[in-house]
């Protein structure tokens, strides 16, 4: 992955589910999204993406957490809506 300030950095499906868990999502769903973005993620891949992924895996699976998901980063996820055309 490469984040916003450009360092590079391995995935880290632990992150992605300790995030969606502080988010609300169930222990189950943080892993079944935990997974598909890292089934997804790919060398080089931005951060913002990843994002975008755990997004549309939130809104498919938990809506209501995806909401709180969006509001502990509410300028990078309108950028990722934006950009994704979640919209």
Do not use: W
């Not at 589910?17 to 973005?37: D, H």
């Not at 895996?57 to 502990?72: D, Q």
């Amino acid at each position: 992955m490469v984040k916003k300030d450009k360092v590079v950095e391995d995935f880290n499906a632990q992150k992605v589910f300790r995030s969606c868990v502080k988010a609300g999502a169930t222990e189950t769903v943080a892993n079944q999204i935990a997974a598909e973005a890292e089934r997804q993620a790919r060398d080089g891949m931005p951060t913002r993406m990843i994002r975008a992924i755990i997004l549309k895996e939130l809104e498919a699976k938990a809506p209501k957490v995806a909401e709180k998901y969006c509001s502990f980063n509410k300028h990078a996820a309108q950028k990722i809506v934006v950009r994704c055309n979640y919209v």
